[in-house]
């Protein structure tokens, strides 16, 4: 694992700000484990409150729409989610490409528009089990990851995260095999070389995404190439996503 791992929760659509108790118990936590980066992407409406309420953590929107502003009624900017205090914003998970459509160019988009507004971005990509059971999963993520990333993207090794997220392990239960993750990963690891170059292809953090919970996370964190987790349903609670950011803190210590 990189030098100092990667934990952000998502906590799609959950929380109102009884939710906050939860983000000041990961944010003061997480004071005592700074081995690791941790992160949490509450709803929009949540954003600044829990931008004043932490100190440490980071935190960021789950999405943002490509133009600073108009009449897009429902639709938030990514200068508008920046100017709440979201320091980066999720893109392209697979539940946007899912529930709203979202294509490549769309997310690309998305993502340029949040590196104008100047947050960092975490560009989702993942592939379905049909495509899995195809043999098809590596060109498949590799393709749509390089039609998803924005092209003034300045310093992937610091503006970028990539996180991998099998659909069909989102919210199952269910996970690929650690060999399934490492290979994965080394096939995202040679597309970022490949795009950027030895130097920042190899600093770009690749999180794995997919069913993350205390029990497993020492397990999926240890495998090849893998920078991090993007969490969902364990990063809901500030005791189950403590449980994982201690699993990281363990193997940065390894
Ligand atoms: C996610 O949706 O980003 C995710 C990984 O969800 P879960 O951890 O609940 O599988």
Excluded at 33 to 43: C, R, S
Excluded at 74 to 86: L, N
Aim: net charge negative; with cysteine; proline share 4%.
């Amino acid at each position: 694992m990189a030098e100092r791992p990667y934990i952000v929760g998502n906590w799609k659509m959950n929380g109102t700000r009884a939710m906050l108790a939860q983000a000041r118990a990961i944010d003061r936590a997480s004071q005592n484990l700074m081995k690791v980066e941790v992160a949490i992407a509450p709803p929009y409406t949540l954003i600044h409150a829990t931008h004043r309420e932490v100190e440490q953590i980071g935190v960021g929107a789950q999405d943002c729409h490509p133009d600073p502003e108009g009449a897009h009624t429902g639709d938030i900017s990514a200068t508008m989610a920046a100017d709440a205090g979201a320091k980066f914003a999720i893109l392209g998970h697979s539940e946007r490409r899912q529930d709203h459509g979202e294509s490549n160019a769309l997310v690309a988009a998305k993502a340029s528009a949040a590196l104008e507004a100047g947050m960092r971005i975490i560009l989702c990509c993942g592939e379905s089990e049909e495509t899995r059971d195809a043999g098809k999963a590596e060109s498949f993520v590799t393709r749509q990851l390089k039609a998803s990333l924005p092209e003034n993207l300045e310093s992937p090794e610091e503006s970028l995260t990539v996180a991998y997220e099998p659909i069909w392990a989102i919210g199952t239960g269910r996970t690929p095999t650690v060999e399934d993750i490492g290979a994965m990963h080394s096939a995202i690891r040679a597309l970022l070389v490949e795009l950027y170059g030895e130097e920042q292809g190899q600093l770009v953090r690749i999180l794995y995404g997919g069913s993350v919970k205390p029990e497993n996370a020492r397990e999926l964190l240890d495998a090849d190439e893998v920078g991090g987790a993007l969490v969902g349903g364990a990063s809901l609670t500030a005791e189950s996503f403590l449980g994982i950011v201690m699993a990281a803190a363990d193997t940065a210590d390894a």
